[in-house]
């Protein structure tokens, strides 16, 4: 599967558990680790735990295994490493601090709506 089709297929899954602020960061042509970002926001820390299941529970379907997971819902952000693809969970809070859409401002960012 080609990298924007995965990225998409994350967003997607993210946006049918009603993640908030779901974007795609292009991050190829800046970057030597992966393509893409995946960011969603999450409401609170249980539904934060239920978007990184799904997202693991869909991408197993698809045949597709995480490099690594890092972080946890009690730590207000949850990395998703897909190779790829990086799908990033946060609360609020964790999204502001770290703003990856400021980091890589320079990049296509793809809002994602249902």
């Known amino acids: 599967m080609v990298s924007k089709k995965i990225a998409q297929m994350a967003a997607d ?3 049918s558990k009603q993640a ?3 974007n795609m960061i292009n991050i190829a042509e800046k970057s030597g680790f992966a393509d ?3 960011n969603a926001t999450a409401t609170n ?3 934060m735990e239920a978007l990184s299941e799904e997202i693991g529970d869909k991408f197993e379907e698809n ?3 995480p490099k690594s997971v890092e972080g946890k819902k009690s730590s207000g952000w949850i990395l998703m490493d897909y190779g790829d693809v990086i799908v990033n ?3 609020p809070t964790m999204r ?3 703003s990856l ?3 890589w401002g320079d990049c296509e960012i793809i809002k994602c709506e249902d």
């Open 63 to 65: 045949k597709m295994f």
């Open 89 to 91: 969970i946060f609360t």
């Open 101 to 103: 859409e400021k980091v």
């Open 13 to 15: 899954t993210l946006l």
């Open 45 to 47: 820390s249980r539904q």
């Open 96 to 98: 502001d601090l770290y």
């Open 36 to 38: 893409y970002f995946v």
């Open 20 to 22: 908030l602020d779901v």
